[in-house]
């Protein structure tokens, strides 16, 4: 099975312009979440979709959107880029359904994003 | 709030053992992860533990403790190759988040 497959690697941005990630998950799995990982912050969640629909949203400002597809394929966009979003955007998978069951996520490799 | 912490780094030396520690606090629990990040890659899944009690795989163990809210990673027989960021997260119920510590950075010495 191939794994979660995230595009592009590395993305050189200027401040005030905008982004586009995206994230293909494992076969089967309709939960994708994007998580941001700075070194001093560690992993933060940015939302979770499954079946086209946003279940669960962190604690970041309206300019981080995302959107998943009926292939469960998900995109995420960061509006007016600041500086201080330069960072590792992990997209993760899994077979979670329901929030009373968990199961392990499932990572890409990221997608390292400087803005300059 | 919710909150999890972990030693920011450790070292140790090959063929030893070592216990990285986790607690945590979270409005809701439903289960604790941990997972290893090599450098510049993707973390990958190492263990889970929903229910009180040690859970061994190979060279590495995970235990809990629902009511003192603390797990702890133990790796064993070390090798230069675990040299790595390990990452302790909380799935919390009643939600689709997992909420992760910022991670302890081990070193494996020679």
């Known amino acids: 099975k191939a794994g979660v497959t995230q595009t592009p690697r590395y993305l050189i941005k200027t401040r005030g312009q905008q982004v586009t990630l995206s994230c293909s998950p494992i076969?089967?799995?309709?939960?994708v979440s994007w998580y941001q990982q700075t070194p001093g912050q560690g992993l933060q969640f940015l939302f979770e979709y499954f079946s086209e629909t946003q279940r669960n949203k962190g604690n970041f400002p309206g300019r981080f959107s995302g959107r998943q597809f009926s292939n469960s394929r998900s995109e995420m966009n960061v509006s007016t880029l600041e500086l201080g979003d330069s960072a590792l955007y992990l997209c993760a998978s899994s077979s979670k359904t329901q929030t009373g069951s968990s199961s392990p996520l499932h990572f890409g490799n990221g997608t390292r994003l400087t803005v300059t | 709030g919710q909150n999890i912490d972990q030693p920011t780094e450790m070292t140790a030396t090959e063929g030893a053992i070592v216990q990285i520690n986790c607690t945590y606090q979270t409005s809701g629990f439903n289960g604790l992860f941990w997972y290893q990040q090599h450098a510049g890659e993707a973390p990958t899944f190492l263990s889970y533990?929903?229910?009180?009690g040690l859970e061994e795989k190979g060279r590495f163990s995970s235990f809990l403790s629902r009511s003192k809210g603390y797990s702890y990673l133990l790796l064993k027989e070390l090798q230069m190759k675990d040299s790595a960021s390990y990452l302790c997260?909380?799935?919390?119920?009643?939600?689709?988040?997992?909420?992760f510590g910022t991670g302890t950075r081990l070193k494996v010495l020679a």
């Open positions: 076969s089967g799995h309709r939960s």
């Open positions: 997260a909380v799935s919390t119920s009643g939600t689709y988040k997992y909420i």
């Open positions: 533990n929903v229910l009180d």
